[in-house]
């Protein structure tokens, strides 16, 4: 039997997937969020990954304590797991935070894949910057943030007590949303 913290993860997963394979095969357009694939030149197979600015360092996009600070609890262990970074935050109510980037990603594509796989979306500004909220209904506690990354592609925040959980449920990831995108200006 699947847990409900299984169960996320692999929704988070194909989410994230879904995203991913969309923004390659995107069609182009004229908007800046439709970009679709690596940058001209590069080859299947062949990357340079001299043009990934942020290659092994996305985990480090915000220190660990203003995770654990962010969300409401005392600390936060992190692990790196290729696009997706995880954390465990402890003290209170002990909470999952995941954090996806992805280069090519497109933001229009993603909320579409949420939709399809029934999450309710919102979309919301964070800084200016466009942006929705992603939520399944059958777990009302959790909630997920996409938006443009400062940089190229998107990011996302998601987070999700382990039990119970008050309040807005998308207020620490959109906190955590807003961090990055100040230190990113």
């Known amino acids: 039997m699947r847990g409900p913290m299984t169960r ?3 929704a988070a997963v194909a989410v994230a997937a879904v995203g991913v394979l969309g923004a390659g095969t995107a069609c182009g357009g004229s908007s800046s969020d439709e970009r679709s694939g690596p940058p001209t030149g590069a ?5 340079d ?5 942020g290659l092994l360092t996305e985990c480090h996009i915000l220190p660990d ?3 654990a600070d962010t969300v409401g609890g005392t600390s936060a262990f992190g692990t790196f797991s290729g696009a997706i970074c995880r954390w465990v935050v402890t003290g209170g109510v002990t ?3 995941t954090l996806n980037w992805f280069e090519w990603g497109n933001i229009t594509l993603e909320k579409q894949a949420a939709q ?16 929705f909220t ?11 943030v996409t938006a443009r990354s400062p940089g190229r592609g998107i990011l996302t925040w998601w987070v999700e007590p382990q039990s119970g ?8 990831p959109t906190a955590l949303m807003e961090l990055v995108i100040d230190r990113a200006h």
């Open 49 to 53: 990954t001299s043009q990934f600015e």
């Open 65 to 67: 304590q203003t995770i």
């Open 43 to 47: 080859q299947r197979g062949d990357v």
């Open 165 to 172: 959980g008050g309040g807005d449920p998308c207020a620490a």
């Open 95 to 97: 909470t999952d935070v």
């Open 8 to 10: 996320w993860r692999t």
């Open 116 to 131: 399809e796989m029934g999450f309710q979306t919102e979309n919301i500004q964070v800084h200016s910057m466009a942006a």
């Open 134 to 144: 992603a939520r399944d209904p059958s777990r009302p506690q959790v909630c997920g």
